[in-house]
């Protein structure tokens, strides 16, 4: 079955960097597009990042934009975000979802906890 | 940039019971709106999408309705593993960003 799994996130200082990983399984990975998405803790969710298909064409929601990079790599069926100058605002569990049509989140992985602090 | 706002905040019903959630947008959204269930600790689960469309393994007591800018999720007689928040969402075409709504809490009365 589809199976979306992060990793990468743990405890790091402002200012300094991550990369998360999205192992994904169960379907044609290159054929989709792919998101990031994340939930401050207590709180909704919030999209970050989409990558297309083929690693053409990102775009990143303006918050992230200079800081974070998503990318993919399709031989290897994983997606990723690389995170800079993280702030302590960008806590938050990190999902990346599966795009089946124009912005339809149908698979979702469980996510990663990201945690910027001091 | 359109914003959707839900309602209520917080909904408290008994099992067997209908729910009536609202998401409403700032501008039109045609019927590009889906409709996500998250439970404590769980990832988000696709439940409706293009307004009333019900994704694939979806019971028949989840559905959708609406279009422009006022959207409804209707559970109509809720179970016990139906209490969880939920999140309306907009999309859009290319970029597809996903604009999501703050959520509604459906809790146990």
């Known amino acids: 079955q589809v199976q979306l799994v992060e990793s990468g996130g743990g405890v790091v200082q402002p200012g300094r960097s991550l990369r998360l990983s999205c192992a994904a399984s169960g379907f044609t990975f290159s054929s989709y597009v792919m998101h990031w998405v994340r939930q401050a803790p207590g709180k909704g969710l919030e999209w970050v990042a989409v990558i297309s298909y083929d690693g053409s064409t990102k775009y990143y929601a303006d918050f992230v934009k200079g800081r974070f990079t998503i990318s993919r790599d399709n031989s290897k069926n994983t997606l990723y975000l690389q995170m800079n100058s993280l702030r302590a605002d960008d806590t938050a569990v990190y999902h990346c979802a599966r795009d089946t049509s124009y912005g339809i989140f149908d698979q979702w992985g469980q996510g990663t906890l990201v945690t910027v602090s001091s | 940039e359109i914003v959707l706002t839900q309602s209520p905040a917080t909904l408290s019903l008994s099992p067997g019971e209908r729910a009536t959630l609202s998401c409403r947008a700032s501008q039109s959204v045609s019927s590009y709106l889906a409709w996500y269930q998250q439970k404590p600790g769980q990832a988000p689960r696709l439940l409706i999408y293009?307004?009333?469309n019900r994704a694939s393994g979806i019971p028949a007591r989840f559905g959708g309705s609406g279009s422009g800018t006022d959207f409804t999720l209707t559970i109509s007689s809720l179970e016990p593993e139906d209490f969880a928040v939920y999140y309306c969402q907009q999309r859009s075409n290319w970029p597809p960003r996903g604009t999501f709504g703050q959520g509604t809490k459906l809790e146990i009365k």
């Open positions: 293009d307004a009333s």
